[in-house]
């Protein structure tokens, strides 16, 4: 069990702690755009599998992972291990010259990718991997037009935060020519004011009317995370992605299911949070927890439309050796430990947990995700669904306090992002629990 931690300002006059120099510098030297959790940031100093320490020797049971990126443990010696030697014998070369860790991996890639998804193209980050798949899409089907969801989060790029449906990311005049957007499945404040099973998933209906009056009627691609993560984990339901794919294909386009979040084993028992909706993606874009916090990029598809690529490519970091030998080494050690079965039977077990919580706080008014990909969106009210971001904010700070970290999202600020490591243990969530628990009755709401 973690200990509570209690940041202090330094008294007037005082010395400043380490954090706090950081802090100061950190706001001197950076863009004020890259945007920090808590009223005194946590400026994190070492990590040990589930656990991380700030520089002022606090410790913190981590259930965000670096933005669900850190897959297996913070430093995991069978990662790390191999990572350090490939580093001591060749660090890089660039796709110019071919390696044998590059190969390996995007062979282990083709052996657990659902259909025909044989080839493989890695670059440093999901932004690039989702660039990677707009560029290829509108290569081969000759088509421009692009669908995406409302509420998606697609990346940093130019090309991506046009993809991106979430004002904040949207601003300083972000060019999104060709990219329209349909509608997403969020059953909790559900678009078009209906209710589920009853709808008949009618969202989904809506991206084959976007498709006919706000594009061309021949579109490259429809692009969606299974899960969506920045949108604080809308989970669609069960017939949604097939009734969608059935449509995409009518208009000839390719489907790009965006993994960056939920790839790996995260949504649990499958690889990709795709195949829980039993669709077989044109292509998979994925990124975060597949190399375990080593920063790296996939855009897998099959041979066909790998084939459609205009011109030569390159990728100056992406695939290169001490990536690739991460990356393969975490999918490796996910399939050798039994991970995404783990994912499944202890997500199912958090998400009972977290239900317990949501019967005892109003302040919860929807527990949604799968496996260990889990969110509490808070309300005021659980009547009108009134957004409660300030009481979110109030919860993660108790919770840092409390020595647990978690992440927020949804485009109202009022959703709690919970995702533990993939070898999270029955027993960990019982610590989050308890810590979550006593947090919530730290809030006190108006």
């Known amino acids: 069990m973690t200990t509570p931690v209690t940041p202090a300002p ?14 100061a510098k950190h706001k001197k030297f950076l863009w004020p755009s890259v945007t920090n ?5 946590l400026v994190a100093d070492r990590g040990e599998m589930q656990h991380i320490w700030d520089l002022d020797g606090n410790k913190y049971l981590d259930f965000f992972g670096g933005i669900l ?21 060749l660090q890089h070369t660039s796709t110019l010259y071919p390696n044998e860790h590059i190969v390996a991996l995007a062979e282990k890639i083709a052996q657990i990718t659902p259909g025909n998804l044989q080839q493989s193209f890695f670059t440093s980050s999901g932004s690039e991997a989702n660039e990677a798949a707009i560029l290829l899409a509108r290569m081969s089907t000759g088509s421009y037009d692009v669908v995406a969801l409302r509420h998606a989060y697609s990346g940093g790029s130019s090309l991506t935060k046009a993809m991106t449906a979430h004002a904040p990311y949207r601003r300083a005049g972000v060019i999104s020519v060709g990219i329209s ?7 909790y404040r559900c678009p078009l004011h209906l209710t589920y099973p009853d709808c008949g ?13 706000g594009t061309s009627g021949h579109i490259a691609a429809f692009i969606a995370e299974p899960i969506q993560g920045v949108g604080g984990f809308i989970t669609a339901p069960p017939e949604y992605f097939k009734i969608v794919f059935n449509i995409v ?5 390719l489907y790009i299911s965006d993994e960056v979040q939920t790839g790996w084993g995260r949504t649990g028992k499958n690889w990709f949070g795709i195949e829980h909706w039993e669709v077989i993606p044109d292509i998979i874009t994925s990124a975060k927890g597949m190399a375990n916090g080593v920063p790296i990029g996939l855009t897998v598809t099959t041979p066909e439309i790998a084939g459609g690529y205009q011109g030569s490519n390159i990728a100056t970091f992406g695939g290169n050796p001490v990536t690739s030998v991460a990356a393969r080494a975490t999918i490796e050690l996910i399939e050798e430990d039994g991970l995404r079965e783990n994912a499944d039977v202890v997500g199912k077990y958090f998400r009972g947990k977290l239900e317990e919580l949501q019967s005892k706080y109003a302040l919860i008014g929807d527990v949604r995700g799968m496996g260990l990909m889990q969110a509490l969106e808070l309300v005021k009210d659980r009547k009108t ?7 979110t904010n109030l919860v993660m700070e108790r919770a840092r306090h409390n020595g647990l970290l978690i992440g927020k999202g949804g485009l109202y600020g009022n959703t709690l992002r919970l995702a533990p490591m993939l070898n999270t243990t029955k027993g960990d969530v019982d610590d989050a629990i308890q810590l979550l628990d006593k947090s919530f009755g730290e809030v006190k709401v108006n």
């Open 69 to 89: 990126t850190v897959s297996v443990g913070h430093c995991n010696p069978k990662i790390t291990s191999k990572v350090n030697a490939q580093i001591n014998r």
């Open 249 to 253: 294909k009518k208009y000839g386009a």
């Open 181 to 187: 957007h349909a509608v997403n499945p969020y059953c």
């Open 37 to 41: 959790y808590f009223e005194q940031p």
């Open 201 to 213: 998933v009618a969202c989904a209906g809506d991206v084959e009317n976007l498709i006919q009056t």
């Open 10 to 23: 330094a008294a007037s006059g005082a010395a400043k702690s380490r954090s706090q120099e950081i802090v």
């Open 385 to 391: 669904k009134e957004p409660a971001p300030e009481a």
